[in-house]
């Protein structure tokens, strides 16, 4: 049981460049979630999804977009790198019930040069 | 005012020291907490849900004042392995699962 999977897990980009990150779970969670901590900082929710074919912004959505076509992935597309996406980030997922933690994927570490 | 808010540390104990981190939260329709744990450069992971009751999980306890929006979690005979940074999270329900971190308490547990 893999849990949730993200790829790459380290990653350099230059300014303007674009990538995907990739994220996947085997748990059959309804809802996953992608979070960026910057250092000493806490995490910060970028995008969400209740469901394939449903994603909303979260509170930094800006040069980022995502898509959920399928209940396993969640892919993060960055457009444009700058170096403020310079960060880590998680991808998560949880069960579709309130006061439910949180699985996370191990991250990753992003520098935009 | 931040959402969560946690005493940045970090703390500096002695082994076998016990150790307590506060966190506040400023909604009160918040419906549920956890305190994660955050090894450097790793992910969160889930250490223990918190209740109004009190919950004890062997030498971690956790305690929930929903009057005074604050949430503790006490660490007893601390070990090296627990030094890491412990996130205060909270769940405000509404449409979807939520949770809100706090930025984290750093634990330094020394010989």
């Known amino acids: 049981n893999a849990g949730v999977t993200q790829t790459p897990k380290f990653r350099i980009l230059k300014i303007g460049q674009s990538m995907t990150l990739q994220c996947a779970q085997d748990m059959n969670h309804n809802y996953m979630y992608w979070y960026r901590q910057d250092p000493g900082m806490g995490l910060k929710l970028i995008y969400y999804?209740?469901?394939?074919?449903?994603?909303d912004k979260g509170e930094v959505p800006n040069g980022y977009n995502v898509s959920r076509s399928t209940t396993e992935y969640f892919p993060l597309r960055l457009e444009l790198a700058a170096p403020s996406q310079t960060s880590v980030y998680f991808c998560?997922?949880?069960?579709?019930?309130?006061?439910?933690?949180?699985?996370f994927g191990s991250g990753t570490r992003l520098t935009v040069v | 005012r931040k959402e969560v808010e946690q005493d940045p540390g970090p703390f500096n104990v002695p082994e076998g020291a016990t150790v307590a981190f506060n966190c506040t939260y400023s909604?009160?329709?918040?419906?549920?907490f956890f305190w994660y744990r955050q090894d450097c450069r790793k992910e969160p992971k889930l250490l223990m849900s918190?209740?109004?009751s009190g919950n004890e999980d062997g030498r971690f306890t956790a305690q929930l004042n929903r009057a005074s929006q604050y949430i503790s979690l006490l660490i007893r005979d601390s070990k090296l392995s627990d030094s890491a940074t412990y996130l205060c999270?909270?769940?405000?329900?509404?449409?979807?699962?939520?949770?809100?971190f706090g930025a984290g308490t750093r634990l330094a547990v020394h010989p």
């Open positions: 999270v909270v769940n405000l329900g509404g449409g979807y699962n939520k949770l809100i």
């Open positions: 999804s209740v469901g394939a074919g449903i994603t």
């Open positions: 909604n009160s329709a918040s419906q549920s």
């Open positions: 918190v209740y109004s």
């Open positions: 998560a997922s949880s069960r579709d019930i309130r006061g439910f933690g949180y699985t």
